[in-house]
T-cell receptor, first 116, second 108 residues
């Protein structure tokens, strides 16, 4: 019964480089969410997956951000040509089905991204 | 547009005093609301949901549709309540929208 895991836990990169962040949801959870947690900005919704499909990508900050999920399990969030304003903690969460009043989201520990 | 507002970035309360963390929302229809908590060096976790009408760790939250509020309350603060608290709303597109959070600091 491991919880949601994310890797790497910390990532330092140079401006302009691409980064890939990984999320392993709880086994059997069909819904997966990505959020960004910035100082003073709270939690910003980025994207969610129901199975392998992402019905709504409007939360992604720019076209440099993309995410995919394969096999209904692992998801990767890719940021191309990173900018300093991308520095934040990226959180992943999963739930059994779409999180509603009865289905709790379980969060991972996050990936702290620092863009120099 | 759906929105969750937590007006206080920081709230300091003495141990044993009552706590109220404010949350207001903007939503047309019947909202689904939650409170999440993040203790130091721990993961974000669900504290309570309005549908359950439950009390968790002494905290309660009542949905007030007239005032569009979902304030989190506890009658007597404890030091272990110090944490970051987020109010959240599930919108009709199944996104969970979070407020910016309130840091609760319990003074000894």
């Amino acid at each position: 019964g491991a919880g949601v895991s994310q890797s790497p836990s910390n990532k330092v990169t140079e401006k302009g480089k691409d980064v890939e962040l990984r999320c392993d949801p709880i086994s059997g959870h069909t819904a997966l969410y990505w959020y960004r947690q910035s100082l003073g900005q709270g939690l910003e919704f980025l994207i969610y997956f129901q199975g392998n499909s992402a019905p709504d990508k409007s939360g992604l900050p720019s076209d440099r951000f993309s995410a995919e999920r394969t096999g209904g399990s692992v998801s990767t969030l890719t940021i191309q040509r990173t900018q300093q304003e991308d520095s934040a903690v990226y959180l992943c969460a999963s739930s059994l089905v779409l999180a509603d009043s009865y289905n709790e989201q379980f969060f991972g520990p996050g990936t702290r991204l620092t863009v120099l | 547009a759906q929105r969750v507002t937590q007006p206080e970035k920081l709230l300091s309360v003495f141990k044993g005093a009552p706590v109220e963390l404010k949350c207001n929302y903007s939503y047309s229809g019947s909202p689904e609301l939650f409170w999440y908590v993040q203790y130091s060096r721990q993961r974000l976790q669900l504290l309570l949901r309005h549908i359950s009408r439950e009390s968790i760790k002494g905290f309660t939250a009542d949905l007030n549709k007239g005032e569009t509020s979902f304030h989190l309350k506890k009658p007597f603060a404890q030091e272990e309540d110090s944490a970051m608290y987020y109010c959240a709303l599930r919108d009709r597109d199944d996104k969970i929208i979070f407020g910016k959070g309130t840091r609760l600091h319990i003074l000894p």
